[in-house]
């Protein structure tokens, strides 16, 4: 069972609060100090996946592993940047650490990660001769070998077929980057090049943050840093308690579903209930179906991190992205279901399940909250697309990876947004002309799905579509995905989103839809895999939306003439 306990941390939720206004200045310098590492790491990587698309993100911890602040990067990196820390601690004693060290980590059950190509590199900083802080970044990186290109197979059955796996090992040592330790890793993939380069990347990020912190500790002395750091979690520990506090006796559940478990079959469900006991706020997924023979299972970490993500965007979304913010949380999740799966299963594909927990967490949460912050169900999925095939450009092979953005929910006061990530993902598109200028792919088009939202006085958002050609032979495909069988769900009275679907040839001779989860199909020159992903559902009565606003979604595309019977029009 996975449970957030207050004696873990030793975080006082009681403690006075420092001065309002110092806290604030410090919390801001430290979150610019996580900014400034997330900057240098996507502006120095070489994959477009980190420098393109921003699939990374870095944090500070203290000396206990405590996190302190946390870039405004991807809610799910946090399960394993903080695993991946705690993972160090666990295996290299405090009084072990040495200055001139840092590790590297990426598995799901040695390491505290979630799955293998997100790759942690944690860094000691020492001030006065002690052990103080470490920095931490993850990076996404697009391949560490396994049995297909992107080293994620939905229906890969354990982790042994997903790359390699490095527990918490030093990467640097006495100052000096283990040569050795670094081909090995680089050789295990199919792009050595890019991972030896993003890796070293990744350590000089780490650099960097420690001497922006060894600036701070010169400027303001270790105590008062410290000190800073405790009033910090304090508060924030202590803000969650008043808005947990103030739910009362209320309770709710809810249900959603995965198409399958990743290899066929039937449907998943996902089951979270919500209520408050002895303070703390229990979230409870009993009822949730068992661990997947696929790899859409979740490690310990990445349920943490959905289920901190969301508790902080229903309850505080202005919260700190801190240790405190977790204090009053109990997570309650039996091993062996799909959210809390026993070793060795794949976790490869773990985003889609992810983005049903939080589904089902913001499902259970409309029985809790205020009509007012009701919310529909978005494209709570986490598309990818992966094409591999040789280099046009220099030897080796290339590996283009894109996780895709879907129709957001509508709320009770906003339409849905279009072609947005949702959820515990929050990269960037790659764009057109960077993907056709690096890889023997075309682009045949980038637009929304007209008609996917759910109808509703508050339309759900649009899906987006992705049609890619292949410009050589032997271009391989796979792709992971979900929400093909259950769409986002409207709500009050809104309409269902459009589910999403999949393509092999689309407008040729021989289109043929292809299922949610696809590992290994070939193309050749000419071919095309075309993605739709889902729209948002809606929310309220359509026959109320403004007739305005539904001349303007006609205008736009967003709606057709067929769909004006549902909002009480004819024409």
Known sequence: MSNVKIAQ???????????????????????????????????????????????????????????????????????????????????????????????????????????????????PMFADGQLRFFTANIAHHSDVGGSVPGSVSANARTVFEEGIRLPPILIVENGKVREDLLDLIAQNTREPEERVLDIRVQMATNDQGNAALDGLIRQMGIEAVEQAVGDILSYTARRLQMRIDALGNARGAFTCHLDDDGSGGDPVPVTTTVWVENGNLVVDFAGTGPQARGALNVSASALDATVFYAVKALLDPQLMPNEGMMQSIDIRAEKGLIVNARFPAATGARSITC???????????????????????????????????????????????????????????????????????????????????????????????????????????????????????????????????????????????????????????????????????????????RIETGGGGGLGNPAERPEAAVRLDLENGYIGTGDLPLYGRTG
């Open 9 to 123: 941390t030793g975080i006082s939720r009681d403690q006075a609060m420092a001065d309002p206004i110092s806290m604030e200045v410090f919390s801001n310098r430290l979150l610019t100090i996580t900014e400034e590492m997330g900057n240098t790491l996507i502006r120095s990587s070489f994959s477009t996946n980190i420098k393109e698309r921003k699939d990374c993100s870095v944090g500070l911890f203290d000396k206990r592993g405590r996190l302190v602040a946390q870039a405004s990067h991807i809610p799910l990196h946090l399960g394993s940047l903080r695993g991946s820390v705690q993972a160090v601690l666990k295996r290299f004693p405090v009084e072990t650490i040495r200055p001139g060290t840092a590790f590297i980590s990426n598995d799901p059950y040695l390491a505290g990660g979630t799955h293998m190509p997100d790759i942690s590199v944690v860094t």
């Open 355 to 529: 983005q049903k927990i939080a589904r089902a967490i913001f499902g259970a949460f409309r029985q809790i909250l205020p009509a007012d912050r009701l919310m529909a169900s978005g494209n709570d999925d986490l598309p990818t697309v992966v094409f591999s095939a040789a280099h046009a450009k220099r030897e080796g092979t290339y590996v283009y990876l894109e996780t895709l953005g879907g129709g957001g929910p509508a709320t009770g006061r906003t339409d849905g947004m279009n072609a947005v990530h949702v959820h515990v993902t929050n990269t960037s598109n790659l764009p057109i002309e960077a993907l056709e200028n690096e890889y023997p792919l075309r682009v045949d088009e980038y637009s929304l799905v007209e008609r996917s939202g759910g109808a509703g006085r508050y339309r759900g958002g649009l899906g987006l579509v992705r049609q890619v050609t292949s410009l050589q032979d032997g271009t391989i495909f796979s792709a992971r995905s979900d929400g093909h069988k259950h769409p986002a769900t409207g709500v009050a009275g809104g309409g269902d989103g459009k589910p999403a679907r999949l393509y092999l040839n689309y407008g040729q001779d021989g289109q043929k839809s292809l299922p949610s989860k696809v590992t290994h199909l070939t193309l050749n020159t000419g071919e095309n895999i």
